[in-house]
């Protein structure tokens, strides 16, 4: 097989306005030979496909594919020229490929490299740096091997790269070129959702739901308000009656200093409540009966 320069390529590509890949593929595919490229190239009807690109399409379908079992399912917008290709079968069936693909390749979030946000691009250049098999290589050789990793990894997330799943050796991109050829109409895959069952959306709030609670949260600590709502208030002891103390009885509390012997003939007042009975007090003494005056004995 002759080898292919990039000159080749690209002397192919401005005579044809076909796409890189598909002019460095027919010139695979005719050893070199430019006339016999083009002429692989028109059997193919992808020659004048690249000079259709920058048509406006504001017409198409809405496709809707559900998988078997029900389980995965596609919704996707194919957008042509006109409202007739629109309602040609070969354009109906040319969003039902697609949509199949879509649904056989769960790794594909984009339609193209180009769609990618910079930001998905920069984090996937962080995750691929951070990796501890090119930790040790020279910085010139590590970013080669990143760059080339971030080209394959993009290419995954891209519809438009896929290889056909009917037929490998053409991809998804190369399978619209063709059938832009048959048509006579620019065609563009204008955006796309893939539904799988159970399949959870980070960061989603269903409105409504009821969020299940952990075990955690069952067995949390009430808060203190509401123990001191359940705990049954104490009787108010009557002034002073000594108070029991409620801390627990692990915790030592200091005793209480002994109160002063009171000095005798001192009246000591009751600790027991008012209501409780109390053994009555001794009585006062009787004062001394006045002495009556003597009686007269009888003679």
């Known amino acids: 097989m002759a080898e292919i320069s990039p000159q080749l390529v690209s002397e192919l590509r401005s005579r044809t306005q076909a796409g890189i890949k598909d002019c460095k593929r027919a010139l695979e595919e005719s050893d070199?030979?430019?006339q016999k490229a083009i002429e692989w190239l028109r059997k193919r009807g992808i020659t004048k496909a690249g000079e259709k690109a920058d048509r406006t399409t504001a017409q198409g379908i809405v496709h809707s594919y559900i998988h078997f079992g029900s389980q995965v399912g596609v919704l996707l917008e194919?957008?042509?020229e006109t409202d007739f290709v629109a309602k040609r079968?070969?354009?109906k069936e040319l969003a039902d490929n697609i949509a199949k693909q879509i649904a056989a390749c769960p790794g594909v979030e984009y339609v193209s490299v180009a769609h990618i946000p910079p930001a998905v691009v920069e984090k996937e250049k962080a995750i691929e740096s951070a990796k501890d098999d090119i930790a040790n290589k020279p910085p010139a050789v590590r970013e080669k091997i990143v760059q080339g990793r971030i080209e394959k990894r993009l290419k995954e997330m891209s519809l438009l790269d896929q290889p056909y799943i009917k037929d490998q050796t053409i991809t998804v991109d190369e399978l619209i070129k063709q059938t832009i050829a048959v048509l006579k109409e620019n065609i563009r895959?204008?955006?796309f959702v893939r539904y799988a069952v159970g399949e959870e959306i980070p960061g989603e709030v269903i409105p409504g739901a009821t969020q299940p609670e952990t075990?955690?949260?069952?067995?949390?600590a009430q808060p203190a308000a509401v123990v001191e709502a359940q705990t049954p208030a104490t009787e108010e002891a009557p002034a002073g009656t000594e108070t029991v103390s409620a801390q627990p009885t692990d915790v030592v509390t200091e005793a209480a200093p002994a109160a002063e012997e009171a000095p005798p003939g001192t009246e000591t007042v009751s600790a027991q409540p008012t209501d409780v009975v109390t053994e009555a007090a001794p009585a006062a003494e009787e004062k001394p009966k006045a002495k009556s005056s003597p009686k007269k004995k009888k003679k």
Request: with cysteine; hydrophobic share 30%.
């Open 215 to 220: 075990k955690q949260e069952t067995v949390s």
């Open 89 to 91: 079968e070969e354009f």
């Open 78 to 80: 194919l957008n042509c």
């Open 189 to 191: 895959v204008r955006r």
């Open 32 to 34: 070199g030979d430019i």
